[in-house]
């Protein structure tokens, strides 16, 4: 695996996974994917590329706050999205998805069942990012706007 580490003072940078020192020195927001292991020899892609290949997300940390890991379910929706949709929620992290995308995000999972990383609203039904997902979004926001 090859690992970036994003954030907002430095380039990104390929670290050499969590025990990382360079990790504890992040001040937040950062973010911490695991990349395509072709990037190795040309260092750690930009975050615009980060967002736009299905990067595997791992972590961020919030503005003063620890590392969090991204779970499992909430990392798998990331991959699953486009570079469209990914986009379109980090320019704004409370973007909505219709049925569709929401379909999309979650291999076809079902438009009645509910993760931590998604509420919804309205008939039709809306969705947004939530929980760990929404929190994950929100540093790549802050990344991007820095």
């Known amino acids: 695996m ?3 580490l994003l954030t907002v003072s430095d380039h990104s940078q390929c670290v050499d996974g969590t025990d990382d020192p360079r990790l504890a020195e992040a001040d937040g927001p950062a973010a911490l994917l695991d990349v395509d292991s072709d990037v190795a020899d040309s260092g750690a892609p930009p975050l615009g590329e980060c967002i736009s290949a299905p990067c595997r997300p791992l972590a961020y940390r919030e503005i003063g706050g620890d590392w969090t890991e991204v779970g499992f379910e909430a990392a798998d929706h990331w991959e699953q999205m486009g570079p469209d949709l990914r986009s379109r ?3 704004d992290h409370l973007a909505t998805l219709d049925v569709a995308e929401f379909k999309l995000a979650t291999n076809g ?3 009645s069942s509910i ?4 509420v919804y609203s309205g008939q039709p039904r ?3 990012v939530a929980g760990a997902l929404r929190d994950f979004v929100t540093v790549l926001e802050q990344l991007a706007r820095a």
């Not at 993760?115 to 998604?118: F, I, R, S, V």
């Open 2 to 4: 090859t690992y970036a």
């Open 89 to 91: 929620l980090v320019a």
């Open 109 to 111: 999972g079902s438009a």
């Open 115 to 118: 993760t931590n990383n998604w």
């Open 126 to 128: 809306i969705y947004r």
